[in-house]
């Protein structure tokens, strides 16, 4: 649930292009991709993942981390592409 401007400086500072960056201010992103946590203390919020989407808004593929403290298997969305 990070903001655009945060997502953007994310990409930024780690060298990432060419894609577009999705936040879930303001949205219903989390409810539409099923990313929204329904229980507990982090209830509310989005699980850490990564979701895949052309061009046409299709969803390619949803890299779901099981703990938030992890990151997304980038390497998933990179297959996907490739």
Do not use: Q, W
């Given at each position: 649930?990070?903001?655009?401007?945060?997502a953007a400086?994310f990409?930024?500072?780690?060298?990432?292009d060419?894609?577009?960056?999705?936040?879930?201010?303001r949205?219903?992103f989390?409810e539409?991709?099923?990313?929204?946590?329904?229980?507990?203390p982090?209830?509310g919020?989005?699980?850490r993942?990564?979701?895949?989407?052309d061009r046409?808004?299709?969803?390619?593929?949803?890299?779901?981390?099981?703990?938030?403290?992890?990151e997304?298997?980038y390497?998933?969305?990179?297959?996907?592409?490739?």
């Amino acid at each position: 649930m990070d903001l655009p401007f945060a997502a953007a400086r994310f990409c930024t500072i780690n060298g990432i292009d060419n894609v577009m960056t999705a936040s879930g201010f303001r949205s219903d992103f989390g409810e539409d991709y099923g990313v929204m946590i329904a229980e507990g203390p982090l209830r509310g919020l989005y699980a850490r993942c990564l979701v895949v989407i052309d061009r046409d808004g299709k969803v390619l593929g949803v890299s779901l981390c099981d703990e938030t403290t992890d990151e997304p298997d980038y390497g998933f969305a990179a297959r996907l592409l490739s």
